[in-house]
């Protein structure tokens, strides 16, 4: 297997938690015979300075390869070094090595990591011969390749012409353009609907620039109704927003297996409303670049009553605001949402303090709340009000 091509001075980094440090460090090994440097805490990449050795790591890593556990996200210290590689633009190669086979990332690692496709490490803690952790590591290493030098990618026409041998046992897709350009235009071409893949539970698929044909990858998408899709990722980058993507929206909000949503669109679009008229499974919900009003959060407490993580814009327009209730009235009927844990707010103009004391009120298992979007003395405001 040919060596990725690392520029002059870089390395992989590993990110991992104590708990598995043996197993890590098979792994090192395997990469370090396959002539692929990697950075390791206790392979001497530890100086003098704590600090100082981790920060010049991610620093001058090509990617950070992090091995997920619960142990991993408990963690202060490895919670520190994933936030700092996401802060240095660095790429993520999530292995997830959990002993639990039901755990899942959740919170700040469960975003943090919400639109990679993980490798699966886990049978490797309980099938530890030498030919499973040989499969696990050239896994690794095919998606250290990819990460780190994109025109090194196999033949995507040929790949194209495999999958139809695997189309029962496929999972999970990944479709991006990035340093790719007409690969998504190229897949949907020949697969115009995931219904093909009977066993899709995930489905990353992040569009840019102007190489998109987005009548073609609207149709896709909305073939997902007919699916048990759990996992969906949507990034549109400017210039490549579909022509009626409200519908696309409206058609995703109806996906009853759905658990975890996570939509990027350009910041074109304000005071949607969305029509929700049956219960959801969502757990985890990321919306940027459309700002709603209230009456879609209550919408959302209403038929989301699983939702655990929650990151919205909100925009109290006093046009579309008015429609809804008066402006003067601050008891808006928000619903108990008894299981959200964490919640980010982007608020716009207009926003009443009332209000949004109301809605936060309305979460009493709240663990992490971060609002921004408004003057420093608004802020002041609020936490007085909080305390």
Avoid at 136 to 161: M, Q, S, W, Y
Avoid at 255 to 266: A, G, H, M, V
Avoid at 269 to 277: F, G, I, K, R
Avoid at 298 to 327: A, G, R
Wanted: proline share 5%.
């Amino acid at each position: 297997m040919a060596t990725p091509a690392l520029k002059q001075g870089q390395h992989i980094m590993f990110s991992y938690g104590w708990d598995i440090q043996k197993d890590v460090l098979e792994i090192y090994h395997r990469l370090q015979a396959h002539n692929i440097p990697v950075w390791m805490d206790i392979q001497g990449g530890m100086k003098d300075y704590l600090t100082e050795s981790m920060s010049a790591a991610i620093e001058n890593s090509a990617a950070v390869c992090c091995f997920i556990t619960s142990k991993y996200q408990s963690s202060p210290y490895c919670k520190k070094e994933l936030l700092y590689a996401q802060d240095c633009q660095k790429k993520l190669i999530p292995c997830l090595m959990d002993s639990d086979p039901t755990w899942k990332p959740t919170e700040w690692l469960g975003y943090a990591i919400i639109d990679i496709m993980y490798i699966d490490f886990r049978d490797l803690l309980t099938n530890k011969t030498p030919e499973n952790l040989d499969a696990k590591c050239d896994l690794l290493i095919k998606r250290i390749k990819r990460t780190v030098d994109p025109g090194a990618l196999d033949n995507f026409r040929f790949c194209i012409h495999l999958l139809p041998n695997y189309l029962d046992k496929i999972t999970g897709l990944a479709l991006s353009e990035r340093g790719a350009p007409d690969h998504i235009n190229m897949f949907l071409k020949y697969f115009p609907s995931f219904t093909l893949f009977k066993q899709l539970r995930s489905l990353y698929i992040h569009c840019s620039g102007g190489y998109i044909h987005s009548n073609h990858v609207e149709n896709a998408i909305l073939s997902l109704v007919d699916t048990n899709i759990e996992v969906l990722s949507i990034k549109m980058i400017k210039g490549s927003l579909f022509h009626s993507w409200g519908k696309v929206v409206e058609t995703i909000f109806t996906f009853k297996t759905l658990q975890r949503l996570s939509l990027t669109l350009p910041r074109h679009y304000t005071y949607q409303n969305v029509q929700l008229s049956t219960l959801l499974n969502i757990e985890y919900l990321t919306i940027t670049g459309v700002q709603w009003d209230w009456y879609v959060l209550i919408t959302f407490s209403k038929y989301m009553p699983y939702l655990k993580y929650l990151n919205i814009e909100v925009n109290d327009h006093p046009i579309q605001f008015h429609y809804l209730y008066p402006l003067k009235e601050t008891n808006l009927p928000f619903i108990p949402m008894l299981k959200l844990r964490t919640l980010f707010l982007y608020l716009e103009c207009g926003i009443i303090l009332d209000i949004l004391l109301q809605y936060i009120k309305c979460a009493p298992n709240l663990h992490r709340l971060a609002v921004d979007g408004f003057s420093y003395t608004f802020q002041l405001a609020y936490l007085a009000e909080m305390d």
